[in-house]
């Protein structure tokens, strides 16, 4: 790293090195037409200041950084050059407009694609049903060559150019997703650059005493420097191993594995590194691949004494990756996945950076909510931090193919008198069901005994309390947790940004304890909530008197709803206190358009003064989107249990 240069000495070097690298990389590319060139160059021209103070600051003080840089700079013409001309086509698109993803018609949905589908070519079949949904965004989960067996649901990735053989291939792929724009539906696939499972050929040259391979991943020949690390870090997978290092007795030496002892931490001190994902990163965009999911942002950068997580050079390397997607492949957009605290969580979104990032603490708190009937940590946390960098967009979600952490803030939680440490005790043993009275039937994931820490697995519809109802054939418990279905999914519907379902969730799956039979499974309780989909429970969606049909008629038409009505577009909401602290309420605006939107987070009816309604919906009369009737308000709003209501002026 090189901290010492003046910001004005950095633009001259910049310059400098434009002037002289331009000319060396124009050689080797010779035969290329003009046309095809000077978008390239304008685009390097454009972003060369920012791209060389990053790798500056990050390898500046290596004897040999030209010598990277030109790589670097070489990796990036190579595949713009090589990039398909329906997506140079894409990239002007999105160049002229760069906030398309802020559309209230944008519609994520994620699934791995064998549990949804069995193999890519299943998947296409179901594009009617992904179209039906109003799907505009979808996130396949990974699904390239990994190892047999465990390997972290594919995020264990031993090459990133092979799609996983039992899926099909890596021209399907890039089929698919020229498809799927067609139909207006932008792939998103996940970017696993943190590490490579311990079967890349990087991994394996490693393995076998390449020294230049060694340098790919953080390899020690004992205990002293891992035990001077682990000193400051924090154990992210403590059920799978303690501490973040694993010994490997083919080589007799340490290797850094944050998570699965299998999966190997990329070393981006190396430039080497750098560039080499750089080529991966952008042949995945070549593949017609619209968002990258960065997974596990906060690890990739690694400094003795310090927790490894979030450091600024972990934002560097994100941001030196988007300056040259837009040189190179300019449509792609990059979605952090920082599972950490909110502070942490919004310093990766910015257009310089991250345009998309999960609303992790959104997730958590509509699940707090839900639990306590209580919504003043939501209320507080969303009036403080729901606010994002223009420009960009948050992906909202109920729950992923990952666990549900509760990562909100204990400074916030504090000033409602709430402890977060006790607080979290709380919500795992209300999620878990161990708590006396809990709709919940969820598992807990990587509880470490040594700090009482635990996550929480399950699917949306056994977490909101259809699996127990269903068990106790309770009508009534069945309908309260259908409400919180459609309760939690019309937050993430209204909210502002990009609403994502888990495929599977729109039609109620429960959980599914199968996983506990399969060995490179049983080990990992998010497997219950992966489950494969049940297609005729899909098939009953259209009959209103099944569950599915109950759940997914709903879903649907707020779909649809949310679609029609650009008060709903971009990220522009404001927290409104209802006088009532079981009522989440929220002003969405967007030109003219005004809507308030009142959700009962308790199974009881709950009262909202007519004045709070007048005065932050700005009419006397209203009409509910969500019902199409005109609203009765006399004195007050009366909201039946989990009852959410969508108002605009009549
Ligand atoms: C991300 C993924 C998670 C995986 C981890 C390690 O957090 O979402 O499923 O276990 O990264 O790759
Ligand atoms: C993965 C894990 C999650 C952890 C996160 C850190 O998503 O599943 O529990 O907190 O990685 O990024």
Redesign the pocket.
């Known amino acids: 790293m090189n901290g010492t240069a003046s910001p004005q000495w950095l633009r001259q070097q910049a310059e400098l090195t434009l002037h002289r690298v331009l000319p060396r990389l124009e050689a080797r590319f010779t035969g290329v037409s003009a046309a095809e060139w000077q978008p390239f160059e304008a685009r390097l021209r454009g972003n060369f200041e920012r791209l060389f103070i990053l790798l500056h600051h990050l390898y500046g003080n290596r004897y040999d950084f030209f010598y990277h840089l030109e790589q670097i700079l070489e990796t990036a013409a190579r595949l713009y050059l090589a990039r398909p001309a329906d997506l140079k086509a894409l990239d002007a698109a999105r160049e002229s407009d760069t906030t398309w993803f802020q559309s209230q018609q944008m519609l994520g949905g994620v699934c791995y694609v064998d549990l949804f589908a069995g193999n890519l070519a299943g998947l296409r079949e179901k594009l009617p049903y992904l179209k039906e949904l109003g799907l505009t965004y979808l996130h396949l989960m990974p699904l390239f060559k990994a190892p047999e067996g465990e390997n972290?649901?594919g995020?264990a990735v031993s090459s990133y150019r092979e799609v996983d053989p039992k899926l099909g291939t890596m021209a399907e792929l890039s089929d698919l997703a020229g498809e799927l724009r067609r139909e207006g539906i932008s792939l998103t696939v996940d970017f696993?650059f943190?590490?490579t499972s311990d079967e890349h050929a990087w991994a394996r040259r490693a393995q076998a005493g390449d020294e230049e391979y060694a340098d790919f991943y953080y390899i020690y020949p004992d205990r002293t420097i891992p035990d001077a690390y682990e000193r400051t870090l924090r154990e992210i997978f403590p059920e799978a191993r303690s501490g973040s290092f694993t010994y490997r007795p083919d080589v007799g030496k340490w290797v850094w594995t944050t998570?699965y002892s299998f999966?190997w931490d990329l070393n981006y001190g190396n430039p080497a590194v750098f560039r080499a994902m750089l080529e991966e990163m952008l042949s995945l965009a070549n593949a017609g691949v619209e968002v990258l999911r960065l997974?596990?942002v906060a690890f990739i950068w690694k400094q003795m004494g310090t927790s490894c997580e979030n450091l600024p050079e972990a934002h560097m390397i994100i941001q030196a990756y988007n300056a040259l997607a837009r040189i190179a492949a300019p449509a792609l957009l990059f979605k952090s996945?920082a599972?950490v605290h909110p502070d942490e969580v919004a310093r990766y979104i910015s257009p310089q950076e991250c345009q998309l990032s999960y609303n992790p603490l959104l997730m958590a708190l509509l699940w707090e909510s839900l639990a306590t009937r209580e919504v003043r940590l939501l209320q507080h946390s969303m009036s403080e931090r729901f606010r994002i960098t223009p420009g960009c967009a948050w992906v909202n979600y109920v729950r992923v193919?990952?666990d549900i952490g509760w990562t909100f803030d204990d400074t916030a939680a504090n000033r409602l008198g709430i402890n977060g440490y006790d607080h979290r005790r709380f919500l795992n043993s209300f999620y878990t069901g161990r708590f006396g009275g809990s709709f919940s039937r969820g598992l807990p994931f990587m509880e470490n005994p040594r700090t009482g820490d635990a996550r929480i697995s399950g699917t949306c519809a056994s977490l909101a309390g259809l699996e127990k109802a269903l068990r106790g054939q309770d009508n009534g418990e069945i309908e309260l947790a259908v409400r919180r279905i459609l309760l939690i999914h019309s937050v993430i519907l209204s909210i502002g940004g990009i609403p994502l379902i888990y495929l599977g969730d729109e039609v109620g799956t429960l959980n599914d304890y199968s996983y506990r039979n399969d060995p490179a499974k049983a080990a990992d309780s998010r497997w219950v909530h992966r489950p494969f989909t049940d297609w005729s429970r899909v098939d009953q969606r259209r009959d209103s008197g099944s569950l599915p049909g109950r759940i997914y008629g709903r879903l649907h038409r707020l779909i649809e709803v949310r679609r029609a009505n650009a008060a709903l577009a971009g990220g522009n909401m404001q927290v409104v206190d209802p006088g009532n602290s079981h009522v989440f309420a929220y002003v969405r605006q967007g030109g003219e358009d005004r809507v308030l939107i009142l959700c009962n987070f308790s199974e009881h009816e709950q009262r909202v003064a007519a004045n709070v309604v007048r005065a932050s919906g700005l009419s006397y009369t209203f009409r509910d989107l969500v019902t199409g009737d005109d609203v009765e308000l006399k004195e007050e709003l009366l909201l039946a249990p989990y009852q959410f209501a969508w108002l605009v002026a009549k």
């Open positions: 972290d649901g995020y696993v943190n590490h998570f999966q997974d596990a996945e599972i193919h990952d």
